[in-house]
């Protein structure tokens, strides 16, 4: 009996030390295994992978196979709207511009100029410029275009030429425009060096876009002596002795720098306003000229 009973002792020792034991092992069964070999880990990370593999497609992955849409719009040419504004240049916008204005070459306008005068002198007591008197009065007109005028070298910078004329030149009131003229020159400089002989004297800046012309006299040429813009007016025999009459026909007084030509101007008619002075500061004047293209 006591042998029995000892040897039951040491069995309850036995279990007991071999329950922790097993507990262990089946743990480390239950997590894959625990031992140097690690094949277990291996196998349930290769699940993994499959495991993820097999799972729904993810938006990448469908965006790899392009649509129809995608490979044919680098095929699509370009709109045709777009290409002129991208490439017109200001070189073409101004050869439009020329080309319209070459359309009013050889056009003549015919009409009527209605005229105010403003007559000064400086026979006052101080001898200050005051007004004289005041004229109004109207004459048959025409007003010419042509293509840009050339001499020598040189060539008008102007859409057209231009020539205005209001009355007979050798009555008095008469008006007259050049936008430019050739003049006859000495063949040699006056260091005898050879010349054209044929100079170009350019007398207004004329801009005309849009059927609207605005014109202005920058250079008059008096100082060449060749001034044609003019306005032909009564000049007293002695200065401030309106008593002793006027000289017959009309003097031609030279149009100031700053005389204005503007208004409307197209194939067919011109609205047209002018209004200046005179190099000598004695003649201011204004006038409206209406006119069909013929």
Same mark, same amino acid.
């Given at each position: 009996?006591?042998?029995?009973?000892?040897?039951?002792?040491?069995?309850?020792?036995?279990?007991?030390?071999?329950?922790?034991?097993?507990?262990?092992?089946?743990?480390?069964?239950?997590?894959?295994?625990?031992?140097?070999?690690?094949?277990?880990?291996?196998?349930?990370?290769?699940?993994?992978?499959?495991?993820?593999?097999?799972?729904?497609?993810?938006?990448?992955?469908?965006?790899?196979?392009?649509?129809?849409?995608?490979?044919?719009?680098?095929?699509?040419?370009?709109?045709?709207?777009?290409?002129?504004?991208?490439?017109?240049?200001?070189?073409?916008?101004?050869?439009?511009?020329?080309?319209?204005?070459?359309?009013?070459?050889?056009?003549?306008?015919?009409?009527?100029?209605?005229?105010?005068?403003?007559?000064?002198?400086?026979?006052?007591?101080?001898?200050?410029? =005051?007004? @004289?008197? %005041?004229? !109004?009065?109207?004459?048959? *007109? &025409?007003?010419? /275009?042509?293509?840009? +005028?050339?001499?020598? #070298?040189?060539?008008?910078?102007?859409?057209?030429?231009?020539?205005?004329?209001?009355?007979?030149?050798?009555?008095?009131?008469?008006?007259?425009?050049?936008?430019?003229?050739?003049?006859?020159?000495?063949?040699?400089?006056?260091?005898?060096?050879?010349?054209?002989?044929?100079?170009?004297?350019?007398?207004?800046?004329?801009?005309?876009?849009?059927?609207?012309?605005?014109?202005?006299?920058?250079?008059?040429?008096?100082?060449?002596?060749?001034?044609?813009?003019?306005?032909?007016?009564?000049?007293?025999?002695?200065?401030?002795?309106?008593?002793?009459?006027?000289?017959?026909?009309?003097?031609?007084?030279?149009?100031?720098?700053?005389?204005?030509?503007?208004?409307?101007?197209? =194939?067919? @008619?011109? %609205?047209? !306003?002018?209004?200046?002075? *005179? &190099?000598?500061? /004695?003649?201011?004047? +204004?006038?409206?000229? #209406?006119?069909?293209?013929?």
């Amino acid at each position: 009996m006591p042998a029995v009973t000892h040897a039951r002792r040491t069995g309850g020792r036995v279990w007991t030390r071999l329950l922790p034991a097993l507990g262990l092992g089946l743990l480390c069964v239950t997590l894959s295994g625990c031992g140097s070999g690690g094949t277990p880990s291996d196998a349930a990370s290769t699940a993994a992978v499959s495991g993820s593999s097999s799972s729904p497609p993810t938006p990448a992955a469908s965006t790899a196979d392009p649509t129809p849409s995608v490979v044919e719009e680098p095929t699509d040419p370009p709109t045709p709207t777009e290409e002129p504004v991208t490439e017109t240049s200001d070189e073409e916008t101004v050869r439009a511009d020329a080309s319209d204005a070459s359309a009013l070459w050889g056009t003549e306008y015919s009409g009527t100029a209605d005229i105010s005068v403003d007559v000064h002198d400086y026979c006052g007591a101080d001898g200050s410029r =005051r007004l @004289a008197g %005041s004229r !109004t009065y109207s004459m048959n *007109s &025409t007003l010419s /275009l042509s293509g840009p +005028r050339t001499g020598g #070298d040189e060539t008008e910078a102007n859409p057209f030429s231009m020539l205005f004329a209001a009355g007979d030149p050798a009555r008095a009131g008469a008006v007259s425009f050049w936008s430019s003229a050739v003049s006859t020159t000495s063949s040699q400089d006056l260091a005898g060096n050879p010349r054209d002989p044929r100079l170009l004297l350019t007398y207004w800046d004329i801009d005309w876009s849009d059927g609207e012309l605005d014109a202005r006299l920058t250079d008059p040429h008096t100082q060449q002596a060749i001034a044609l813009n003019l306005l032909n007016w009564p000049s007293p025999v002695v200065a401030c002795r309106s008593d002793l009459g006027e000289l017959p026909g009309g003097y031609p007084h030279a149009l100031a720098s700053g005389t204005t030509f503007t208004g409307r101007l197209d =194939r067919s @008619a011109a %609205s047209l !306003t002018a209004e200046g002075g *005179s &190099t000598d500061g /004695l003649i201011a004047f +204004r006038f409206q000229f #209406d006119g069909t293209a013929s």
